[in-house]
């Protein structure tokens, strides 16, 4: 299997850690890195690469439940952290959103992401 052949494989597999490795772009790079990186057979690969997702997508606690795709974000080709999330209800014509914050605790570095239904 290539590489983009394993990363389709692993989309459910780390779903469930809500990490989509379709997007952002620096989140398919980093696991085409990864994929190629390890040496070994293409299902040792895969359960590699799920292990270790947890230490690379790092939580201060629990992790987002995205209301859309997950989109992790990257600072300096690597993962951040997830720091929290900020629930909107809907109301008063506001649809119902979220924020999402990561940060870089290397460089200080902050993102926000806003999704809604």
Same mark, same amino acid.
């Given at each position: 299997?290539?590489?983009?052949?394993?990363?389709? =494989?692993?989309?459910?597999?780390?779903?469930?850690?809500?990490?989509d490795p379709r997007v952002p772009? /620096?989140?398919?790079?980093?696991?085409?890195?990864?994929?190629?990186?390890?040496?070994?057979?293409? /299902? =040792?690969?895969?359960?590699?690469?799920?292990?270790?997702?947890?230490?690379?997508?790092?939580?201060?606690? &629990?992790?987002?439940?995205?209301?859309?795709?997950? +989109?992790?974000?990257?600072?300096?080709?690597?993962?951040?952290?997830?720091?929290?999330?900020? $629930?909107? +209800?809907?109301?008063?014509?506001?649809?119902?959103? /979220?924020?999402?914050l990561f940060w870089n605790p290397?460089?200080? $570095? &902050?993102?926000?992401?806003?999704?809604?239904?």
């Amino acid at each position: 299997m290539d590489s983009e052949d394993l990363l389709y =494989e692993l989309l459910p597999l780390l779903n469930r850690f809500g990490v989509d490795p379709r997007v952002p772009r /620096a989140c398919h790079e980093f696991f085409l890195v990864k994929i190629q990186e390890f040496e070994g057979s293409d /299902a =040792e690969c895969i359960e590699h690469i799920v292990k270790m997702t947890p230490s690379w997508f790092r939580c201060l606690n &629990t992790g987002p439940e995205w209301i859309q795709n997950p +989109k992790w974000m990257f600072s300096e080709g690597k993962p951040m952290v997830f720091v929290g999330q900020i $629930d909107v +209800k809907s109301s008063e014509g506001w649809p119902e959103s /979220a924020f999402f914050l990561f940060w870089n605790p290397d460089n200080g $570095d &902050t993102e926000v992401v806003h999704q809604s239904d």
